[in-house]
C-alpha cells in the first residue's frame, strides 16, 4: 500500500513510499502506517478554508451584490472516497484472486468485531493511489490507442509512398510523352516542308507520264497499222505462192494426199480402254531395297528423271542446263543433249520411244527427236519458268505446268499450243495425265490439286486440303487415285471417283519433293527434303522403308516399269540405283 507525504505548497513534491503486506497467521493483524502530514500543510488548508467560507458569508449578506441575487447552486451527487477494506476488495476482484478475497473478508469482519481494528485503519484511503490507479487504466487505453494509431499512421504512410510512386510514375510518363509529342510534331513539319520541296518535281514527273503515254497509244496505233498492212501483204504473197503451186502438176501431185502438219485430235472417252484396269500387280519388296549403285551425272543438281517405256535406259535432266539418257543398271552415258538457256526442269518420253521432252526456267518446252539427234521444235508460249512435261498415252500431245500459272497443252503434230488451262493462282509446279483418259492433273503452288479436262480447257475437279504449296502428284496404273505433296511434309491420297481424301500419309517435318507410284498401286515413294527416300504402304497409311544415302535434298523418285529397282535424283548432283 502507498502513502503519499505533502512536503507543502512551496516544494511542490509528491513522495510515494512503499508499505508491504504479509499473511501472517499470528495474533497480530496486517498494520498499517499512519499518512503523515506536515504541519504547515494543515495551517495553510484551514487558512484557505476559513478565507472561503467568510468570502461567501460577506458576498451573501450584502443586498445589492450580483452573488446575493443569484441563485442557489443545486445540490450534485458526490462519489464519496473508498474506505482501505473497499478498495482492498475492489483490487482483489480485479486481479481474479477470490480465494484470498474471502480470506480478507473473514479476518477483516472478525477482527471488526471484536473491536481489534483501530479507527485509523478505517480512514478513507488517500486520492493519490486512486489517482494512480485511473492514471494507470488510462496509460493502458492510451497504449492502446497509440498501437492502433501507429498502424494506421503505417498504412497512411504505405499508402502515401504508393500514391507518391504513382505520382512520379505518370509524371514522368507524361514528360515522355510530351517529348514524343514534340519530336513528331517536328518530324510532320519537317516532313512536310521535305514534301513541298518535291512537290514541283511530282507535278513535272505526272506531265511527263502523261506526255509518255499520249505516245505510247500513238505508237500503239501505229503499230496495229503496220500489222494490218503486213498481214496483207503476207495473204497477197500467199495467195500467189498458192496460185504458182496450183499451177505447177509436180506439186500437185507431190500435196496430194498430204497431211503433215495437221491438228491431232483426242480419242474419245470410249477409245480409250486402261489395260491395267483389270490387271493386279505383286506389290515390290520395297523393305529389302538398298543400294545398288551412284552416279554423279551432272554438275548440278538432278531435277527429275524418266524411264524410256521399252528400253532400260534412263533420262536425266539438271540445273547445269543439260539432258543425259544412261544405261540401267550399268549407268553408262549414252546421250547426251544442250541447248536450253537456263536450269532443265522436267523430261519425259515419248511412249513410242522416239522423242523426249524437256522443260526449262528458259520459259520453253523442247521437243527432241533421236533419229536426227537433234531438236525437233521449242514450244515458248508459256512466259515464265516451265516447271514440268507430260505425254498423252497417245504421243500426239504434251502437257507442261508452267510458273505463269497455266498448265499448256501442245499438239506434237501441229506444233502449236491446242488449249491454255487457267484457274490456278499460284504457279502450276507439277504435272501429268489420268492414265488412258483425256484428263490431266496438276499440283499447285495455291495448295490445290485440279483435273482439267483437255479437250474443253475446263476444270473437272479441285481437291482442297493441303496447308502448304504441293510440289509434286502422281496417278496410279489404274486411275482411280492421286498422290500429291506438300512443302510441309505432308502426302494426301485422293480418291478421283469419290472427289474425297482418303488418308495422309506424315514424312517428316521436311519438304517432300516428288511422289511415284508403283504397278500395284499400294507403294508410294516420296522425295524428301532430308536426304532421305521414304516408301509408304497406301493400305495401311505407314512407312515401310526409308533409303538413306544422299548427301543433300533428293529431287525426283522413279520406279523402273516393272518395279524392279528404284532411282532418285539429289541436289547433290547424283542419280542413285536402289533394289
Known amino acids: 500500500m502507498s502513502q503519499a507525504k505533502d512536503l507543502g505548497p512551496a516544494d511542490e513534491i509528491e513522495v510515494i513510499e512503499t508499505v508491504e503486506f504479509s499473511d501472517s497467521d499470528g495474533e497480530d493483524p496486517t498494520s498499517y502506517a499512519a499518512i503523515e502530514m506536515s504541519d504547515d500543510d494543515e495551517d495553510s488548508d484551514e487558512d484557505l478554508v476559513a478565507a472561503l467560507t467568510s468570502l461567501?458569508?460577506?458576498?451573501?449578506?450584502?443586498?445589492?451584490?450580483?452573488?446575493?441575487?443569484?441563485?442557489?447552486?443545486k445540490e450534485q451527487t458526490e462519489v464519496r472516497p473508498s474506505v482501505v477494506d473497499d478498495f482492498i476488495r475492489n483490487f482483489l476482484i480485479k486481479v481474479?484472486?477470490?480465494?484470498?478475497?474471502?480470506?480478507?473478508?473473514?479476518?477483516?469482519?472478525?477482527?471488526?468485531?471484536?473491536?481489534?481494528?483501530?479507527e485509523e485503519y478505517t480512514l478513507p484511503v488517500p486520492d493519490i493511489y486512486l489517482r494512480n490507479m485511473e492514471l494507470d487504466e488510462q496509460v493502458v487505453s492510451m497504449r492502446k490507442e497509440l498501437e492502433k494509431m501507429?498502424?494506421?499512421?503505417?498504412?497512411?504512410?504505405?499508402?502515401?509512398?504508393?500514391?507518391?510512386?504513382?505520382?512520379?510514375?505518370?509524371?514522368?510518363?507524361?514528360?515522355?510523352?510530351?517529348?514524343?509529342?514534340?519530336?513528331?510534331?517536328?518530324?510532320?513539319?519537317?516532313?512536310?516542308?521535305?514534301?513541298?520541296?518535291?512537290?514541283?518535281?511530282?507535278?513535272?514527273?505526272?506531265?511527263?507520264?502523261?506526255?509518255?503515254?499520249?505516245e505510247k497509244m500513238l505508237m500503239r496505233l501505229e503499230r496495229d497499222r503496220m500489222r494490218a498492212r503486213v498481214e496483207e501483204v503476207e495473204l497477197k504473197i500467199k495467195s500467189l505462192l498458192d496460185s504458182q503451186v496450183a499451177a505447177s502438176p509436180a506439186a500437185k501431185s507431190k500435196t496430194k494426199g498430204s497431211r503433215k502438219g495437221a491438228d491431232s485430235k483426242l480419242p474419245g472417252d470410249n477409245d480409250g480402254v486402261n489395260p491395267h484396269a483389270g490387271l493386279e500387280?505383286?506389290?515390290?519388296?520395297?523393305?529389302?531395297?538398298?543400294?545398288?549403285?551412284?552416279?554423279?551425272?551432272?554438275?548440278?543438281?538432278?531435277?527429275?528423271?524418266?524411264?524410256?517405256?521399252?528400253?532400260?535406259?534412263?533420262?536425266?535432266?539438271?540445273?547445269?542446263?543439260?539432258?543425259?539418257?544412261?544405261?540401267?543398271?550399268?549407268?553408262?552415258?549414252?546421250?547426251?543433249?544442250?541447248?536450253?538457256?537456263?536450269?532443265?526442269?522436267?523430261?519425259?518420253?515419248?511412249?513410242?520411244?522416239?522423242?523426249?521432252?524437256?522443260?526449262?526456267?528458259?520459259?520453253?518446252?523442247?521437243?527432241?527427236?533421236?533419229?536426227?539427234?537433234?531438236?525437233?521444235?521449242?514450244?515458248?508460249d508459256h512466259t515464265q519458268s516451265v516447271w514440268g512435261v507430260a505425254f498423252h498415252h497417245t504421243g500426239d500431245f504434251l502437257a507442261s505446268a508452267g510458273m505463269d500459272h497455266t498448265c499448256r497443252l501442245w499438239d506434237a503434230n501441229s506444233l502449236r499450243c491446242r488449249q491454255t488451262f487457267r484457274g490456278h493462282v499460284d504457279s502450276v509446279n507439277a504435272v501429268c495425265w489420268q492414265p488412258y483418259t483425256n484428263n490431266v492433273c496438276t499440283?499447285?503452288?495455291?495448295?490445290?490439286?485440279?483435273?482439267?479436262?483437255?479437250?474443253?480447257?475446263?476444270?473437272?475437279?479441285?481437291?482442297?486440303?493441303?496447308?502448304?504449296?504441293?510440289?509434286?502428284?502422281?496417278?496410279?496404273?489404274?486411275?482411280?487415285?492421286?498422290?500429291?505433296?506438300?512443302?510441309?511434309?505432308?502426302?494426301?491420297?485422293?480418291?478421283?471417283r469419290m472427289v474425297a481424301e482418303l488418308g495422309t500419309l506424315a514424312a517428316g517435318n521436311h519438304p517432300v519433293n516428288a511422289v511415284d507410284f508403283d504397278r500395284s498401286g499400294t507403294r508410294l515413294a516420296a522425295a524428301c527434303d532430308d536426304g532421305v527416300v521414304r516408301i509408304f504402304d497406301t493400305e495401311a497409311k505407314s512407312c515401310v522403308s526409308e533409303l538413306s544415302g544422299h548427301e543433300n535434298a533428293v529431287q525426283t523418285v522413279k520406279f523402273d516399269p516393272e518395279d524392279k529397282r528404284l532411282v532418285s535424283g539429289s541436289s547433290d548432283c547424283t542419280f542413285r540405283v536402289w533394289s
Open 150 to 214: 501507429r498502424s494506421i499512421a503505417e498504412k497512411a504512410r504505405g499508402t502515401w509512398d504508393n500514391f507518391r510512386k504513382q505520382r512520379d510514375f505518370h509524371r514522368m510518363h507524361h514528360k515522355r510523352v510530351v517529348q514524343e509529342k514534340d519530336k513528331l510534331t517536328g518530324d510532320l513539319r519537317h516532313l512536310h516542308k521535305h514534301y513541298l520541296s518535291y512537290e514541283p518535281a511530282l507535278k513535272e514527273l505526272q506531265a511527263k507520264y502523261q506526255v509518255a503515254m499520249k
Open 281 to 380: 500387280f505383286d506389290a515390290p519388296r520395297v523393305e529389302s531395297f538398298q543400294l545398288k549403285k551412284a552416279f554423279r551425272a551432272h554438275l548440278n543438281s538432278v531435277s527429275c528423271v524418266a524411264f524410256h517405256p521399252r528400253k532400260p535406259v534412263l533420262a536425266t535432266v539438271s540445273d547445269d542446263e543439260t539432258w543425259k539418257i544412261w544405261s540401267v543398271p550399268n549407268g553408262e552415258a549414252v546421250m547426251s543433249g544442250e541447248g536450253h538457256k537456263d536450269w532443265v526442269s522436267g523430261v519425259d518420253f515419248h511412249p513410242g520411244g522416239t522423242h523426249l521432252a524437256t522443260s526449262s526456267g528458259d520459259c520453253t518446252v523442247k521437243l527432241w527427236d533421236f533419229s536426227r539427234a537433234s531438236c525437233s521444235h521449242t514450244f515458248t
Open 56 to 73: 461567501q458569508k460577506t458576498t451573501r449578506g450584502t443586498p445589492g451584490s450580483k452573488a446575493a441575487l443569484a441563485p442557489e447552486p
Open 443 to 496: 499440283a499447285s503452288g495455291d495448295k490445290t490439286v485440279s483435273l482439267w479436262d483437255a479437250r474443253s480447257g475446263l476444270c473437272v475437279q479441285t481437291f482442297y486440303g493441303h496447308a502448304n504449296a504441293c510440289n509434286g502428284l502422281s496417278v496410279n496404273k489404274k486411275g482411280d487415285t492421286i498422290a500429291s505433296c506438300d512443302a510441309d511434309g505432308q502426302i494426301k491420297l485422293w480418291d478421283i
Open 96 to 118: 481474479g484472486m477470490e480465494r484470498t478475497l474471502d480470506c480478507f473478508n473473514t479476518e477483516w469482519y472478525e477482527l471488526q468485531s471484536k473491536g481489534k481494528l483501530g
